[in-house]
């Protein structure tokens, strides 16, 4: 017993101290357990013969996160995207394994091997990339949009996959494997629903079984989580999902199919119902921690004997890995008119093998299709080309990005042959808000912005913009800065932001100078630039939202502008202390000791005025509906606690 806690102690150190520093050095969760694996096992030998039977139970997280992969897909997303989800991914897919099976046939693998290598390498790493790509803020892009779609696809993929591999095992890896157990398998016979059944029987059993799973997760599902939900014992809400998911990948299990098969197909059955999200937080960590302790696994189980005695190998097919794909995903961005910088960032994310190149290896090996020596080098390979995707990104960051930025601002800045009463610096989201109100109201502005792509785009719906820098004193003068009666400073970057400003207020003192801040820290960095006027960028847009959400809990329109009105008043008298706090102090202790004690005061200021005002509320309502003598000694004086009834005693008495 106490060798199993060891071991446990051992595979959770390394994942907590691994995962956190990859996440902060840039290499995502997956890389950081790889990491962990290899630490505690080729190199520092913490755990040994023991991570293969671990990685079997490890790969239930794979059945978890089809079924959560399942439960994405409905059907009016899916439609949606049917162009790219098809097209595009299912070319990459098809190219990809087509191009890379070729080339294992020339080096003399057989067909059915090399059908599966390229399978195998056709797949991207989805927790790679999509975490990456959040991490970035580039989801939305043009090229984070058809990225999800490839992936996406691939996860589906998955699957026909799982069901083709068993059909190609090698005969004599299956014979060898037969010979090895046969003295295991007289003493303990694997259960099957369908062992020795023949193929029309078969058929049917497999068929009523899926039968089961759908019929089951679309009518029956649902009112035994709606009875369980009922009880409001959380715990036995877990054991439910955990029982369905289990359920299922037994139920294939015992029918001959992939339990992955069958978890994801009870996803999809039930991705429009209404417990899908309360199953996504049941299922999300067990998943979570079961793929973690499987690439922890994977990483203990990389044989670097192998790693040296064919280093140029698998250095060879890792980099002819990542160029067949990179070529594949660069001729689909031209034939889906996929242009500029985010070709090359479509190109190169998805450009390495992925997470289900581990699962498909191991799934290969336990199905006698590859043998465990061609196995090992390749899953070194896998984890060779994921460690490589960081640095792609990088590349793309620092050597392409600048190119196309470069590019699209390289024509010379714009003669500004205007100039306004207003001058406006940026017009992005916060800019073009300002700029559409200002003109609907007759006021002459001049808009600067240094992105030329978004002056194209303003020119194009009739706004008049000017490409230029507007840091830069020449421009400023030639927009009127020194005739104009307000600067608003929209510009993206915090830092040139408060460098304008002072320039703005040491250069034109009378200037009144109106600024957008991201934050409190940066409002008080513009404060004391010299800026006239700070605003938050969220402040008054999350202010009219927490109303709208106290709106909808049925506080009434009166009360909720009463404390919109006292929030904005303490804000302001909290604003101004804490901007002076902050003023006084050093550099290097700008948000410590006493202005987070000022900051904790406040915050107790605020409940205490918002109570006091509903009182007040509370009292002037009572008192308009209960009207009593003020010449009575308890006329008007309640207690937010009192029930009307009492109210009613106190003003009537």
Known sequence: MTEYFIQAFIYLSAAVIAVPIAQRMGLGSVLGYLIAGVIIGPIVGLV????????????????????LVGLELEPKMLWSMRNRLLGMGGLQVGLSTGIVMAIALMFEFQWTVALTIGLIFSLSSTAIVLQTLNEKGLTKTTAGKNAFSVLLFQDIAVIP??????????PELVEAAQSSVAAAAEHHDELSLVANLPGGLYALVLVLSIGVVVFGGHYLSRPVFRFIADSGVREISTAAALLLVIGIATLMSLVGVSPALGTFLAGVVLANSEFKHELETHIGPFKGLLLGLFFITVGAGIDFEILWQYLGVILG?????????????????????????????YTLSLAQAGEFGFVLLSFSQQNHVISVEVAQPLSIVVALSMFLTPGLFIFYEKVILPKYQQTSNDREQDQVDEQGTVIIAGIGRFGQIVNRLLLSNGVKTVVL??????????RKVNTKAFYGDATRPDLLETAGVATASAFVVAIDNPQASVELVKHLKHKYPKLKVISRAFDRGHGHLLRQAGADYVESETFRSALKVGAESMKAMGFSDELVQRQKKTYMRVESEASEVLYNEWANRSDGEKFGGDFINLFIEYEERLKEAIVADTEAYKSQRFAQEHPCDPDKENCGKINSNDTEKDLETKLMS
């Not at 794909?325 to 031209?334: E, N, R, T």
């Open 449 to 458: 912005d240094h992105q030329a792509t978004q002056v194209d785009n303003l």
């Open 161 to 170: 996959m799982l069901a083709l591999i068993p059909l190609l095992a090698l």
């Open 317 to 345: 097919a890792t980099a002819a890995v990542m160029i067949v794909k990179g070529l594949v995903l660069l001729l689909l961005s031209f034939i889906f008119r996929i242009k500029g910088s985010d070709r090359w960032l």
């Open 48 to 67: 040994g013969s023991e991570t293969n039977t671990i990685q079997h139970f490890a790969e239930f997280g794979v059945v978890m996160m089809l079924f």
